[in-house]
């Protein structure tokens, strides 16, 4: 009797636990998460569910919430001011537009990305759309993505602009210091809540190094050499 | 020992397979738990490889029906 017992008891333990899978699928169960590298573990579809719904899991939320110390390189030059996929680096007017897309799973704490003062925080935009760091979308002047752009002058590389973007899905934007405020390289600067771009504007004179396609970490990659052209 | 004689063998084999001493068969057990194993084990694999789903299904069910034979080997 006791083995028939011991024997229903694993088997309903069995039965359960395909219940939940079957139930989650295609998404990953809760014991199976914390062993996915973070794209699997919280899949893009499910995260477009939760953005309808908004009951987010507690996880990704903390997840997606860190905020790691980064230490800038003690070479001279600009360092990326948010984690991401650099997407465009295209010049207009003298000015280059370094494009850095954010993906859900990126850390999402912007930084800035010399030593320098805050000299305007402009807020701008109307639209929360797709494809907002595309074809310089973000220059328009209508129907351009909801941004805020902090203007920081340097002494290194001139005056520098940091465009924090909104998306379909990334409806708020944090920035944390005030006009006036004195930043370090690497310092904290904001943040846009749930992904989407960010546009460094450095003088074209600037040699940037770092090419469409490449991963970029705030505060820590360098964009620029110190050398002007 | 004639034909019926094999067949009621057949059958008692069958039952004890299922049941046997007041308890699910240990076979049968077996397989039951090692079919759930293999269910989640796929679909770790499943997430974990870039493999496609179909070749990922072809080799779990190998690994299953072997597996299901040598239980039922081993009973």
């Known amino acids: ?229 | 020992m004639g034909r019926g004689n094999a067949g009621y063998n057949w059958r008692n084999n069958m039952t004890s397979f299922f049941w046997s001493n007041g308890h699910l068969g240990w076979a049968f057990f077996g397989v039951l738990v090692y079919s759930v194993l293999c269910l989640l084990a796929g679909d770790i694999v499943w997430r974990l490889t870039p493999a496609p789903f179909r070749k990922i299904l072809a080799a779990f069910a190998l690994v299953w029906a072997a597996g299901v034979v040598v239980l039922v080997a081993l009973w």
């Open chain 1, 1 to 229: 009797m006791t083995t028939l017992l011991v024997q229903v008891l694993v088997l309903v333990s069995l039965a359960v636990l395909v219940g939940i899978w079957a139930l989650r699928f295609p998404y990953p169960t809760f014991w199976l998460r914390p062993f996915l590298p973070a794209r699997k573990r919280w899949p893009e579809r499910e995260i477009r569910a939760w953005l309808g719904n908004g009951r987010f899991h507690r996880g990704f939320l903390a997840f997606f919430n860190r905020d790691p110390e980064r230490q800038p390189p003690s070479d001279p030059g600009l360092v990326a001011p948010a984690d991401g996929l650099v997407t465009s680096a295209e010049a207009r007017d003298g000015i280059r537009y370094l494009v850095i897309a954010l993906s859900f799973w990126d850390m999402h704490v912007q930084r800035s990305p010399a030593e320098g003062r805050v000299v305007a925080i402009e807020p701008s935009g109307d639209e929360y759309m797709d494809g907002e760091g595309r074809n310089f979308s973000f220059l328009r002047e209508k129907h351009c993505p909801v941004q805020t752009r902090v203007v920081i002058d340097t002494a290194s590389h001139g005056r520098l602009a940091v465009r924090l973007i909104t998306s379909v899905a990334a409806r708020r934007i944090e920035v944390w210091p005030g006009e006036g405020a004195t930043l370090a390289r690497g310092q904290r600067l904001g943040r846009i809540l749930l992904g989407s771009t960010v546009v460094l504007e450095i003088p074209e004179r600037f040699p940037i190094c770092v090419e469409r396609g490449q991963r970029v970490w705030a505060g820590e990659t360098l964009v620029t050499t110190g050398a002007t052209t």
